[in-house]
């Protein structure tokens, strides 16, 4: 969650899981596929005394005019964005919201694409595994050389290589991240 322009007492109270699972905006607005306002939110489905306990409170903070944005992304990823202008969205320019949409919508798909990156599979040949392995081990490039019985200049090159398979600049950081895979045992 990144919240920015909220007062810190309303942040402070919407950081408590226990008061954030009585807000049903976020489902409601997704399971409507559309911009839904706070208020008609409200107004979408039966509340239970809990939904108007949070209600309650989104008024006393001032949290009347905002609106939610139901974000969808590849492989089902759904998720929620909430927005206030600090006025009613009819006193909001067509260009102001419609840039707000594209721009959330484009940064659910760039964070889409980051966490399925992040779980792509790291496709290491044997001797590269077998040079990751006595990395992290802690042996040099020229023990590693005399144990694989390769030059020192391959076992560099086949470092430059994992390093660069594993999006990292040094071995600390392969080891780190390769254990991280599960490419390397502790």
């Not at 839904?36 to 979408?44: G, M, P, R």
Request: charged share 25%.
């Amino acid at each position: 969650m990144h919240a920015q322009g909220f007062d810190p007492a309303w942040l402070k109270c919407y950081d408590e899981s226990d008061f954030r699972q009585k807000d049903p905006i976020p489902e409601r607005t997704i399971k409507h596929a559309a911009l839904l306002t706070w208020k008609d939110a409200q107004n979408f489905g039966p509340n239970t005394p809990e939904n108007e306990e949070y209600f309650a409170a989104m008024k006393r903070f001032g949290l009347v005019h905002g609106f939610g944005l139901p974000l969808f992304g590849p492989k089902g990823r759904t998720a929620y964005g909430s927005f206030d202008f600090g006025k009613p969205l009819d006193r909001v320019g067509a260009d102001n919201l419609g840039t707000v949409r594209a721009v959330a919508q484009a940064a659910h798909q760039r964070v889409c694409v980051l966490l399925d990156k992040a779980h792509e599979p790291v496709e290491l040949s044997q001797r590269e595994q077998e040079v990751l392995d006595w990395i992290a081990r802690g042996k040099s490039a020229s023990v590693i050389a005399d144990i694989l019985a390769i030059s020192p200049d391959t076992v560099k090159t086949y470092s430059k290589r994992i390093y660069a398979k594993l999006g990292e600049a040094d071995r600390v950081g392969a080891v780190v991240k390769a254990l991280k895979l599960g490419l390397v045992s502790p």
